[in-house]
């Protein structure tokens, strides 16, 4: 039987829990909303960015979304903000902001 | 028809993994389990079976090797003894609790120190909480019977869990005796192929095995896989009833041998309890009431139904082959008088410690210890309650 | 055990001393009896005592004990006897069989006044003059067999053919040698067993 984790959570009984906690799907975490963690939050500014790429691969959390060889907006559903991105960017187009503020 | 042969219980475990023709198996060699991995990859190099065989470099990687070809959906198991049983203990755990229906063939012999490579049955119960099946042999032809009865119960939907399956070291497994086999058809129709429902290499359909769980959720998983081996019992009663329409051979959680009119009962495990059958055997023609309660499935343990075997008798004698070091007596001799108070049945119950590290018993041994259960009871001699056989 | 026969072998390690007891549960097995063949283990060293056994018997064997009270003591190397107490617990109405050119009298002292049947075979040289080497533990196997009585000489020889064209598959040209180790070594004995029986009739 593959069980739809989606409807196991912390207050599930033991008889509603996968044999072995076994997960019965793929790419799970993506359900699993990390950035609401965030306590800081990286703004990208788009003007100065020179799409070298570097932020991409060193991003934990995969939340710099990469088409056509340029990176796209942040994804703030998984992005915890540790600021890795920041550091790495030659530019200044990545900036830290104090909060949890979906780069507003 | 059965086939009339002679043969090592190393040589029926072995003669039985062919039959029943395992995808993997990744081994390591320890006396005296050493022969069954060797026979086997004899039988795959002469194309007698196609089994995967995996030479690996410790039992730690044996046993990693074999969880990780069961969860990928293959038919996996390993065999050990002694310290390659106490390197696997990590992985013991993960296998069971990662619901892996694999199979080890123990071949029991002690654990290190004084190092020793004779019996007893330390290695086995050293892993009893580890939340495997156990399963123990009187002979090579238990041995043989048990192995093919392995994976129908452990890969049970109610069970999926890993099995031991156990047998006394040189004792049995250097013995040649008379075993009757079964044809290699009748036993692949027995067991059938494995075919389970999730698993790794299974295109369209991922899974993820064994993931880190926060308390939340451990707990209820750890209570699962106990109704699982809980369910395990009814299974292996099945199991041993199909069984028995194959080869005419029964079998139960234990055995009772002349225990119906019993005074006095010993309760053991593996090759010895044939040597107390024998003296229950010489000391019923003195019309003495004794008899033997042979324990053939250790885990699940069967506390409820061993009360219920011993609540008419006047004592019984709990014979461990492991010293447990709680300064209370053996394994056996811990959980049986756990059953009998839970189940408020109030026998005399004694505990011996035999067999050590490959130290024989004898029938006399077990008269003595059906003798002194008579004095206890009928003189009100008194013995002492956690004693050691044939101590000099 | 009640029916049945129990016999000891006394080697050291390497000699065959397990090899012959394992074959003689063999051999046994094909005239339908039920049957053990046992060693008894330490640390595996060449030229090491050691222990082997055997119960033949028409009833099934559940005994899993070593033997203390054997039929039958069969010694493979006779510097054992110096060091061994072979005789322990060999039944008077029993036989010790052993490796040695010297004659039974000569033995004698070395078997702690044991005072049942004592049978000797120059198994050494019965071997290096059928197989060109020293290997024992076949013509002591026909020896064990000839005193215990297993069975008929015939069907014994029979079954050994048969198992020695399986186990030397391979190198069919030792066959007949050590048909001939089995045959002699047999005789030796079964010579003895009649002036035996001659004697005490």
């Known amino acids: ?59 934990p959390d995969g939340s710099i979304p990469v088409k056509d060889s340029k990176r796209g907006a942040f994804d703030y559903d998984h992005c915890k903000g540790c600021g890795i991105c920041e550091r790495v960017c030659p530019f200044g187009a990545i900036e830290m902001k104090e909060g949890n503020t979906n780069g507003n | 028809m059965a086939i009339k042969e002679r043969m090592s219980g190393n040589e029926a475990v072995a003669y039985a993994i062919r039959q029943v023709n395992p995808d993997v198996m990744p081994a390591f060699p320890i006396t005296p389990s050493t022969e069954i991995p060797q ?29 990780g070809a069961e969860a ?36 029991n012999r002690t654990l290190s120190g004084p190092i020793n490579i004779n019996c007893d049955h330390s ?11 156990q399963i123990y042999a009187e002979n090579n032809q238990e041995a043989y019977d048990n192995f093919i009865q392995a994976y129908p119960i452990a890969e049970d939907a109610r069970v999926h869990l890993p099995i031991m399956v156990c047998q006394d070291g040189f004792i049995t497994s250097h013995a040649v005796e008379n ?67 194959l080869s005419g051979r029964g079998f139960g959680l234990f055995e009772e041998y002349r ?15 044939g040597t107390a059958k024998q003296a229950v055997d010489e000391m019923r023609e003195q019309g003495k009431k004794v008899g033997v309660l042979k324990l053939r499935v250790f885990r699940p343990f069967p506390a409820k139904e061993i009360a219920e075997a011993l609540k008419n008798c006047k004592a019984v004698a709990i014979l461990d082959r492991c010293e447990s070091y709680n300064g209370n007596g053996g394994p056996l001799g811990s959980e049986v008088t756990a059953g009998l108070f839970r189940y408020k049945v109030m026998i005399e119950a004694v505990n011996y410690i035999y067999g050590l590290a490959g130290r024989d018993f004898t029938v006399s041994d077990a008269v003595h210890v059906f003798e002194e259960l008579a004095d206890a ?3 009100g001699k008194e013995v002492e309650q956690f004693q050691y056989i044939r101590l000099r | 055990m009640k029916n049945g026969i129990e016999i000891r072998w006394h080697g050291r390690g390497g000699q065959g001393a397990k090899t012959a007891a394992l074959l003689l549960a063999d051999v046994a097995f094909k005239t339908g009896q039920n049957v053990q063949g046992f060693p008894e283990y330490g640390p595996e060293r060449m030229g090491a005592p050691i222990t082997a056994y055997n119960r033949i018997s028409s009833d099934k064997i559940r005994v899993h004990s070593n033997i203390y009270h054997p039929d039958y003591v069969v010694v493979v190397d006779e510097t054992l006897l110096a060091s061994v107490d072979v005789t322990a617990g060999l039944k008077k109405t029993g036989a010790i069989i052993i490796n040695t050119p010297k004659s039974k009298e000569e033995v004698m002292d070395e078997l702690g006044g044991y005072e049942g049947r004592v049978y000797t075979v120059d198994a050494r040289k019965i071997s290096v003059e059928t197989l060109g080497k020293n290997f024992p533990n076949s013509p002591m196997l026909a020896a064990a067999v000839a005193v215990s009585d297993i069975m008929p000489r015939d069907k014994f020889i029979h079954e050994m053919r048969a198992s020695y064209e399986h186990k030397f598959a391979k190198k069919p040209e030792v066959i007949d040698g050590n ?17 035996y029986n001659q004697m005490s009739a």
Not at chain 2, 212 to 230: D, F, G, H, R, V
Request: charged share 25%.
């Open chain 1, 1 to 59: 039987m593959r069980t739809d984790i989606t409807k196991i959570n912390e207050k599930s009984s033991h008889t509603e829990l996968t044999e072995g906690l076994m997960v019965f799907a793929g790419g799970t975490s993506k359900l699993f909303q990390t950035g609401e963690w965030r306590t800081n939050t990286p703004v990208f500014h788009e003007d100065l960015c020179k799409q070298c790429l570097l932020c991409a691969p060193v991003c």
């Open chain 2, 39 to 67: 026979m086997v990859s004899t039988y795959i190099a002469n194309g007698e079976m196609d089994t995967e065989f995996i030479p690996v470099e410790s039992e730690h990687s044996s046993m990693s090797a074999a969880i």
């Open chain 2, 72 to 107: 990928a959906g293959a038919r996996s198991l390993t065999a050990t003894s002694s310290a390659g049983l106490a390197l696997m203990w990590e992985e013991l755990l993960l296998a069971a609790s990662n619901r892996m229906p694999l199979a080890l063939t123990l071949v």
């Open chain 2, 123 to 133: 290695d086995g119960m050293g892993a009893r909480d580890t939340g495997w099946i």
């Open chain 2, 179 to 245: 075993i009757e086999l079964l044809e290699d058809e009748l036993v692949k129709d027995f067991v059938g192929e494995y075919e389970p429902e999730e698993y790794l290499l299974n295109p369209g359909k991922p899974i993820a095995v064994g993931p880190y769980s926060i308390s939340n959720y451990a707990m209820e998983a750890k209570k699962n896989q106990e109704i699982a081996l809980e369910n395990s019992k009814e299974v292996i009663l099945e199991v041993a009833e199909k069984f028995k329409k």
């Open chain 2, 259 to 273: 225990t119906e009119d019993a005074d006095y009962i010993m309760l053991l495990m593996g090759s010895a309890a």
């Open chain 2, 377 to 379: 009871v009928e003189n």
């Open chain 3, 179 to 195: 048909m001939k180790a089995l045959e002699r070594a047999y005789d030796v004995v079964e010579e003895a067993i009649e002036e």
